[in-house]
């Protein structure tokens, strides 16, 4: 039972991080095409972003009223819907409108699977399970890389879009026929009363305690991986397209590793009460290290793809603070607490991706057409201080809420 509720779900997270990540491989095809700037292209791709983050707080009624299987086959219509609509999109506005559906779309891929585990797998086991349906995530990540590169040079990447079109209504086909119809938690609450709990959450001390580190570590983790980081090996590192597809490779296989190994090592921890919140906390924190040496220019592959590496194998650490955070909270409360998180996460998400492109927009173009080595410094050096803001805030926080006199 464990595996045919898994499979399905794991599937479709696979799906919504190779969407994710798609356009760091074909950016250079949709700039030339198309005539964008660095400003439009992180605006493009970004766009996923906000379309998810408004989705969440309405996804965690959607999933407690109606369960995870109806729920992430009838978004995922809407995700090949848009990935229909971007294959034919000649225009800036319509590539926008296309990309946005998309992120809708996928927006339930996460949080339905973790809603359904809780249904169907024991809680002892919940650990592990969530941390393979994230190396799931990370298996798209790489599928998003050289898999990508490769069909697109066959079919161009209007064809691989067509094809990601039918990857996703198989998916949706897969979850609303193979999952099971019986077994999932029924919903005991009126809606009203579910969006009026929504406020327990956000009148919590810790909530807003750990939420901005969270939130702008992962909004540098969004921007870096899913898209920046193809043009960075291009303009800074100074390697052609091929090797920039096995460089985005090695960063996607450190993320799939991140994920699988984060939720083995949180489930190990848990046993010596050690908190998913503090191992995500620590991984977040030192994920800055490797982000800081993207200031440095290297032309080295070998060293190039450490840094990058280790980048995509603690930037996974914000994942770990969703369960860590839930424990804090009822467990009927788990669904929107993640929710809530998320779309903070995405909202930032949004503007930190397009930020960074209208940051290295403000250095004129190289001769070579790509973009200045110091648009992206300076780009970089901005998440940099966001993220220390957060760690800054984490640990002044409880300071500040002693000098707060209470009501």
Sequence with gaps: MIVRVFLPFAIGYFLSFLLRVVNAVIAPDLVAELDLSAADLG????????????????LGVLLD??????????????????????????????????????????????????????SWVPKE??????????????????AGTAPVEFLSEIMGWRG??????????????????MIPRRGEIPASESVSKQIRDYGLVFKSSFFWRIMPFTVMSQAAFFSLQALWSGPWLRDVAGFDRDIVGWGLTLIAISVFVGFLVG?????????????PITVGFYAMFL?????????????????????????GLLGTGGYLIYPGLSQ??????????????????????????????AVIEL?????????????????????????????????????MMKKIPSA
């Design 43 to 58: 605006l493009l791709t970004s766009a996923f972003f906000i379309a998810f983050a408004l989705t969440q707080l309405p």
């Design 125 to 142: 086991r919940l650990a592990l399970i969530n941390g393979c349906h994230l190396a799931a995530g990370g298996l798209g990540a790489i």
């Design 160 to 177: 691989v879009f067509v094809v990601l079109t039918i990857m996703s209504l198989c998916i949706s086909a897969l979850i609303y026929f």
């Design 263 to 275: 939720g083995i090592l949180t489930d190990w921890l848990r046993r010596h009460n050690i908190s």
């Design 328 to 357: 804090f909270f009822p467990v009927h409360l788990a669904g929107r607490v993640n929710t809530a998180l998320n779309s903070f996460v995405f909202v930032v998400a949004f503007v930190g991706q397009w930020a960074v492109g």
């Design 65 to 118: 009223r109606y369960g995870p299987r109806k729920v992430e086959s009838a978004f995922l219509l809407l995700t090949a819907a848009g990935a229909l609509l971007f294959s034919w999109a000649e225009s800036f506005p319509l590539l926008i409108l296309a990309r946005g559906l998309i992120g809708l779309g996928v927006s339930a891929c996460m949080m339905a699977a973790f809603k359904a585990y809780v």
């Design 287 to 311: 994920c800055v290290i490797p982000q800081a040496f993207l200031l440095i220019e290297m032309n080295s592959f070998l060293m190039v793809s450490i840094v990058w590496m280790i980048f």
């Design 363 to 399: 250095w004129p173009v190289q001769a070579s057409g790509g973009y200045a080595v110091e648009g992206y410094q300076a780009g970089i050096v901005m998440l940099l201080v966001a993220q220390l803001l957060g760690v800054g805030w984490y640990y002044l926080f409880p300071l």
